[in-house]
């Protein structure tokens, strides 16, 4: 009994650990090795898709969206299947969305310099809450619609989880874990807030009527 305690107690570190690694794959600038362009410094100098469809196009940009979701969903999926309904299954798996989430922000590839965690938030609750996932798309397409900034609308969306999975009726470990997630996307995003409060930040629709 105690080695098979054991064993688990290293599987689940392992999946957290793994979780990470995972995450902090860049996969923006693995993206754009070769086209010329270091997405690290120019635009926003982001690694994520925005500023990757920016500068290098939608298709390359639309790749590194799928990418990153895939990240924050993929360790969560493969946990489930290791864990089974084991006692600790729920912890582990919340443990290993927030791991995959920080691997994004602060990848230890790029000396803990990282994106900003929309996307492999998406993927991590496309795994766990669908239904609430697509209250925080509807609110995402509306606000950038609206108002044609795109960290508006990643930041109202990933707030917007909370009360999703509140009104879903949802686990509170799952609240807790969206918790996490929302402070560290408005912490990673405080240029962004800065300079909306400032009307510098860019938008879509100013492009528009510039190009108009």
């Known amino acids: 009994m105690q080695f098979e305690q054991t064993i688990m107690t290293v599987l689940n570190f392992l999946l957290i650990i793994s979780s990470y690694l995972v995450g902090a794959i860049p996969f923006g600038l693995v993206l754009s090795r070769g086209t010329g362009i270091n997405i690290r410094q120019l635009g926003s100098r982001n690694i994520g898709a925005t500023n990757v469809s920016r500068l290098l196009g939608k298709k390359l940009g639309f790749c590194t969206l799928l990418l990153d979701i895939g990240k924050g969903y993929l360790p969560m999926f493969v946990a489930g299947l290791l864990l089974g309904d084991g ?14 989430i920080t691997g994004h922000m602060f990848p230890v590839y790029l000396g803990f310099k990282g ?12 795994y766990l809450a669908p239904r609430a996932l697509l209250i925080c798309l509807t609110v995402f397409i509306a606000a950038v619609g609206l ?19 509140y009104f879903l009726g949802e686990p509170s470990w799952k609240l807790m874990l969206a918790a996490y997630v929302v402070l560290m996307i408005w912490i990673k995003h405080y240029q962004n807030i800065g300079r909306l409060l400032t009307g510098t930040e860019k938008s879509f629709k100013k492009k528009k009527k510039t190009a108009a």
Not at 87 to 100: E, M, Q, T, Y
Not at 115 to 126: C, E, I, N, P, S
Not at 151 to 158: C, E, F, I, P, V
């Open 115 to 126: 994106g900003k965690g929309v996307a492999t938030g998406l993927g991590v609750f496309l």
């Open 87 to 100: 006692p600790d299954r729920n912890l582990v798996i919340g443990l290993c969305g927030a791991a995959s």
């Open 147 to 165: 108002s044609g900034y795109v960290s508006l609308g990643s930041l109202l969306a990933s707030a917007a989880i909370l009360p999703g999975l």
